[in-house]
């Protein structure tokens, strides 16, 4: 395996720092516009292709900074044009890269998303150098960790990795957050380090075995989360909005009328406005309306990192 770590441009590693962390994925995403997803075995004439930086690592890091926390990154990218190109990405985006590694024993991921006239996606996730995301890589990173306010994690790195990351900030006394993205069966010692769980329908389905529709099914559903240890939990629903488990109590938050276009960063999005806020020491309920207000103007917009908003365009009851 190659190790190699990324060094930040002008900058002295000893003395990065950054309010929040990303320990995530990297990946290119090639996004196909279509009528509609085809059948099994069935070939479909598409509208366009369009070929732009994402996976929900590096979305949610984008989305953090665009809405204004100073942020970090810990993730692998191949030694490849596609690893460059995001490499490039996070420096634009003012995103600190000390924790990023270089690797040429796999390519960078991809990822293969269609998107229907209705705006709704399918999504097929090649891990390539994702998943070379070792616990090491985050012992690298450990000083981001040391000095950050928030952790924040998802699943398309290997579990290991993750729970290291969550050891990791919890001894440094940095909050976590996990979004429990993409959908898989977590064991209770994992849930048990998450401060803030964040998750859809369908992940809050896989991970509580409750049928999670509309908000009371949520709501039960965020109740056993917490019951296997969450300490908090959120369950976005789309256009149904958000149900909130924290401290005993239950909140639904309606989400915002809008007419959407493009779902693929929704959820990325949100998990960013709602960090931010959190980063800065907002309240519950602020954070989440935040974390709204940015998904529902990302759904309006084509693609995944291109339609994540910068926090002035942020309007908030």
């Known amino acids: 395996m190659t190790i190699a770590t990324v060094n930040q441009p002008h900058d002295d590693e000893s003395g990065a720092h950054a309010d929040v962390v990303v320990v995530g994925s990297?990946?290119?995403?090639?996004?196909?516009?279509?009528?509609?997803?085809?059948?099994?075995?069935?070939?479909?004439t598409g509208h366009a292709l369009v070929t732009t930086p994402g996976g929900k690592g590096a979305n949610q890091a984008v989305a953090l900074a665009r809405l204004g926390a100073s942020t970090a990154m810990i993730g692998c990218v191949g030694?490849?044009?596609?690893?460059h190109a995001l490499l490039a990405g996070l420096d634009q985006e003012g995103i600190l890269r000390q924790g990023m590694r270089l690797t040429s024993t796999r390519p960078t991921g991809v990822a293969m998303i269609q998107v229907d006239d209705a705006s709704q996606n399918c999504i097929v996730v090649i891990p390539g150098s994702n998943a070379e995301l070792l616990p090491a890589d985050v012992e690298r990173g450990d000083a981001l960790l040391r000095s950050a306010k928030l952790l924040v994690c998802q699943l398309e790195v290997p579990l290991e990795t993750v729970r290291h990351a969550l050891d990791r900030a919890r001894r440094h006394g940095c909050t976590t957050l996990l979004n429990a993205?993409?959908?898989?069966a977590l064991p209770n010692d994992v849930l048990a380090r998450v401060d803030w769980l964040v998750v859809n329908e369908t992940e809050a389905a896989?991970?509580?075995?409750?049928?999670?529709?509309h908000p009371d099914e949520a709501a039960q559903a965020a109740q056993r989360l917490r019951r296997q240890g969450c300490r908090r939990v959120l369950v976005t629903l789309g256009a149904q909005g958000v149900v909130a488990a924290c401290d005993d109590s239950l909140h639904h938050y309606p989400a915002p009328a809008v007419t959407a276009m493009d779902t693929t960063a929704a959820g990325d999005t949100f998990v960013g406005g709602f960090a931010a806020a959190l980063a800065r020491e907002a309240g519950v309920e602020t954070?989440?309306?935040?974390?709204?207000?940015?998904a529902a103007i990302a759904v309006t917009r084509a693609?995944?990192?291109?339609?994540?908003p910068h926090r002035d365009e942020l309007v908030t009851p």
Request: aromatic content about 0%; glycine content about 10%.
């Open 303 to 308: 693609g995944a990192q291109s339609s994540i």
């Open 26 to 44: 990297l990946n290119m995403d090639l996004v196909v516009r279509a009528p509609r997803h085809p059948q099994p075995g069935e070939t479909l």
């Open 181 to 184: 993205a993409p959908a898989m």
């Open 79 to 83: 030694d490849d044009a596609h690893g």
């Open 287 to 294: 954070a989440i309306r935040e974390g709204q207000a940015a």
């Open 206 to 213: 896989a991970l509580s075995g409750q049928a999670v529709t």
